[in-house]
Every structure is written in C-alpha cells, then in structure tokens.
C-alpha cells in the first residue's frame, strides 16, 4: 500500500469520525428503548429518533419525552471517555428516557388518593396526563422517595416514566439539572407499524 492510499484511508477516516460527531451532537441521534418504564406510549425494543439541536436555544416542555444522563451517571472527562460520548462508540454511560413532568418554578407532588388512584399536582392542581399507563398503579411513597410536595430551582426538572408502576426515574433520584439533557425524542420510527410523530405540546 503506497502512501498515497494510506493518507487517503487516513483522511477517510478522520472525516467520517468529524462528520459523526456532528451529527451526533449538534443534531440528531438514534435511541433504542430498553425497558418497559414508558409503556405505553414507547414498549422495548422500539427505535426512536432523538433531536438534539433545540437544547441550544430552547428549554424542555412539560409534556416532553427527552433523553439524559441521571444523577447518579458520572460523566468522566478523561479524552477516551468524551470521545465515546461524542461518537456513540464504547459509550457505557447511562442514560434514561422518561417524561418531563414539573419545570423551573413550579411546585410538585404526588398525591395518593383514598380510590386507590394517584394524582401529580402542579401548583396544588392535577395534571391532565393522557399518556400515562395506569394511574392506580404507583408505588407506594415511602420516606426515602421524592414525592413532595418540593419546589424547583432554576434548571431543575422533575422527570417521571408514563408506566408509574414501573419506573425508576425523579421519585428515586430526585430532581433533573437542565445540563443533564440529551435530546428530545421526535419520531418513533421502528418498528414501522408503531411509527408515531412526538408533537410538541403542554399539558
């Protein structure tokens, strides 16, 4: 293989490597559902399509179904580990899809109704939630859990699965820091016979 050849396949490389990180992190990325924590509106195995450019210029919405890192994901910064984030390859760092449910401001709480059915207050109202699975089937708030009522700080986010029941997410791990945030998903594209457009809207 003479040189030229090699600087070629060098510079191949190097462009598709710059173009993926792009991509991936100014624009759009590909997500596959692993759990059942929003059924029913995503089921596992489901692959999703994930926006990335409007967290730019924009906040999340209640109502929205976005992709993060936890709190308890720690994000190190050594040179290998943000070039797996930024590419996709080798990244092990976990991340959570769930709903945005209370923003910056607003106060939050679950409340545990005498029917057996649970309620989301947003400063002291119910939340109109056509999306969610069930809800008579939450866990039960215990003392360790983050039920509330609390009021968010600037940048924070409470964040809930649509299948209540079954759903690690802000009841567990608290509230969301706005850095956090990955993308906001946008289509479900496969399978096709699921195929579904995220509108943006508030509830």
Known sequence: MNKAVIKETIDTIIFVIVALIIIRFFICEVRWIPSASMHPTLIEGDRVFIERFSRFYSSPNRGDIMVFYPPETRLKKDPLSIFARLTGLFCNDTAFIKRVIALPGEKF????????????????????????????????????????????????YFMLGDNRGHSADSRYWGILKKDRFIGRAKILFWPFTRFKYFEKKTY
């Open 109 to 156: 709480e679950v409340r545990q109704n005498q029917d057996g059915s649970t309620d989301i207050l947003i400063n002291d109202k119910p939340l109109n939630e056509p999306y969610i699975m069930d809800k008579f089937e939450y866990q039960p708030c215990t003392e360790t859990m983050f039920c509330g009522p609390l009021v968010l700080k600037e940048d924070e």
